[in-house]
């Protein structure tokens, strides 16, 4: 279960940057919701605040550029021509 818990840590503070930033200014906040270790705590008390800021920034950039893609794509085989300023319509909006 915990190795599960590290996971959906690490997932959550690369795809929402406010649990990021509560993780890197209290971690003992934002952990206390899970079931670790204390050998996984540390580990997660150590991760560099930095290189996950930019690994979250470069995922979020292709990301976009792949719905940019996908978006353009479908419009030129007509089967996403729904689109607002690049966006497919049946996504939620932020994507």
């Known amino acids: 279960m915990t190795q599960q818990a590290v996971e959906s840590i690490i997932g959550k503070a690369v795809m929402d940057g406010e649990f990021r930033e509560v993780l890197f200014a209290n971690p003992d906040e934002a ?6 270790t ?5 580990a997660l008390k150590s ?3 930095e290189t996950l800021e930019s690994f979250a920034g ?5 990301i976009s550029k792949s719905l940019a893609q996908w978006a353009y794509d479908g419009d030129s085989l ?6 607002e300023g690049g966006i497919p319509q049946h996504l939620p909006e932020g994507f």
């Open 31 to 36: 952990l206390t919701d899970y079931s670790l």
């Open 38 to 42: 204390d050998e996984e705590t540390v």
């Open 47 to 49: 991760v560099d605040a």
């Open 58 to 62: 470069a995922l979020d950039d292709r």
């Open 78 to 83: 007509g089967i996403g021509g729904a689109t």
